[in-house]
């Protein structure tokens, strides 16, 4: 019985993959996915979810429903998915903070990005902008430089969250230009970006898509992007490459992950039809306009991307010096 066993499995062994997939893996999905975004609504996040959820709808022909959880920098989000059955019922939708960076910003953490999440695909990357509100006397990157310099903690600037890429993009240029400003969180863009407008706060770093509106209408004024070299997104304005902060080249990103332990086949399959949306030339070209660079990865590249992000950002934490702030 032993040695008929034995043959048993190693001839399932050889089956081909798809012969071999667990019957629960090759039926998912036969109900609504929840896709947990862990920032408001409103949010980049939340607006790049709500464009891709429904191209997964129609390629497995169950809903695929947003639900917002947002708090705590994305921690409150993201744990609801790592404590999560990894069944593929519920999925996450979220950004550098809550996957690369909170770990070295709170103590303790309720999950482990590295354990307890899996990767699934980069959905997309975007530069970031230099924004001040027009009403300073501040018209180019240096002189924001100089006039933070005259005015010590007169500033005060927003991000979309502690340990957010608009965050350590500005925790990173107090840094290497020795400047004093106060940091202000906020929970999403929405109301970060109606307070820089309002002039409760005077600056902030956030995603070139998100601004360019405004810096087109005058309403806000444009600095420098945050990429090495001359950036189409933003024509009219430099890189931080451009006028020598090289280390302020930074993105911010979005990828779609699920509980650690979900079936492989399964991650296979939502990478494969992930990709396969974003090949879409409808979605594509929304996102690309939005100011978006499409990516679409494979689960071990964009677990390599995590990796070395991880590694970037918490030796900026500890070099800076950041302090959580809620």
């Not at 939340?46 to 809903?63: C, H, K």
């Not at 501040?138 to 933070?148: H, K, N, P, T, W």
């Not at 949306?277 to 929304?286: G, I, V």
């Amino acid at each position: 019985m032993r040695r008929a066993g034995c043959t048993a499995r190693a001839l399932a062994a050889l089956l081909p993959i798809g012969l071999s997939l667990p019957a629960s893996a090759a039926d998912w999905p036969t109900r609504p996915v929840r896709v947990i975004v862990a920032f408001s609504p409103g949010s980049t996040p939340d607006l790049t979810a709500r464009l891709v959820t429904p191209a997964l709808s129609e390629a497995f022909g169950q809903p695929f429903v947003v639900d917002n959880r947002s708090g705590a920098s994305g921690n409150i989000g993201a744990d609801a998915v790592a404590k999560a059955k990894p069944d593929g019922y519920t999925l996450l939708v979220a950004t550098n903070g809550p996957i690369a960076v909170n770990q070295a910003l709170f103590d303790p953490m309720p999950y482990d990005p590295a354990r307890d999440l899996a990767p699934v695909s980069l959905l997309v990357r975007a530069p970031q902008i230099f924004v001040v509100n027009p009403s300073l006397p501040i018209a180019s990157f240096a002189a924001l430089i100089d006039y933070a310099k005259a005015h010590p903690g007169a500033l005060s600037y927003g991000s979309v969250g502690s340990g957010s890429a608009s965050h350590l993009a500005m925790e990173e240029l107090k840094f290497r230009a020795g400047l004093d400003m106060v940091h202000v969180p906020y929970r999403g863009f929405p109301p970060a970006v109606t307070d820089l407008l309002g002039g409760q706060i005077q600056l902030m770093c956030a995603i070139a898509a998100s601004v360019m509106p405004q810096i087109e209408d005058g309403k806000l004024r444009g600095l420098a992007i945050t990429t090495a070299l001359h950036s189409p997104i933003a024509p009219d304005l430099p890189s931080v490459g451009e006028l020598g902060y090289p280390e302020l080249e930074s993105y911010a990103w979005i990828g779609l992950m699920a509980p650690s332990g979900t079936p492989p086949a399964l991650i296979r399959r939502l990478n494969e039809a992930t990709a396969a949306a974003l090949r879409q030339p409808t979605l594509r070209d929304n996102l690309e306009h939005q100011g978006y660079e499409v990516i679409g990865d494979r689960p071990d590249a964009f677990a390599g991307f995590i990796h070395d992000e991880t590694a970037r950002w918490t030796a900026v934490i500890k070099r800076t010096g950041i302090k959580l702030e809620q």
